[in-house]
């Protein structure tokens, strides 16, 4: 399973029709679970991410200072991750970021791109990459 564990809620309805048209779309891959975490400060989030990452998961965090791979880089690592590991935990912060606590337990840093992101609007953009990677290792058409 995939768990995409977040902070905040998403309240614009163009994003959250992105959000659930990419979560339909995955439906025919991999079954894939959002979880949303109350905004609070970073160690309260934390204590809320913390409940929902079982220890065997493989947990991706999703930071600035995090690797910069490409779409076929974040499909292999997906992939080779099933062969050990089932689940994958992609974990995105709030606004003041992660705290260093669930840094420290992050198997793999992922960064998109030295911008920042509304983190409502990332969860649309990450939800885009999960799926493109399925396309990738299907080799099917979506990806260019």
């Known amino acids: 399973m995939i768990k995409i564990i977040c902070v905040g809620k998403v309240k614009e309805k163009y994003l959250r ?8 779309r995955l439906t025919k891959y991999h079954k894939i679970e959002i979880i949303e975490i ?14 929902y990452i079982n220890p ?6 999703l ?11 974040l499909s292999n690592i997906i992939d080779k991750t099933f062969i050990t590991n089932s689940n994958i935990d992609f974990i995105i912060g709030g606004s003041e970021g992660l705290s260093s606590s669930i840094k420290n337990i992050s ?6 791109s030295k911008l ?21 290792l299907n080799n099917e058409t979506y990806h260019k």
């Open 56 to 61: 065997r998961d493989y947990v991706i965090t």
């Open 63 to 73: 930071e600035i200072e995090g690797n910069m791979i490409s779409s076929k880089e």
């Open 116 to 136: 920042t992101f509304p983190h409502q609007l990332f969860r649309l953009v990450l939800l885009e990459q999960i799926y493109r990677s399925f396309k990738i």
């Open 38 to 51: 109350n905004d609070s400060n970073m160690e309260e989030e934390a204590k809320g991410i913390i409940r």
């Open 17 to 24: 029709d992105g959000i659930d048209d990419y979560l339909k």
């Open 107 to 112: 198997n793999y840093k992922l960064s998109f």
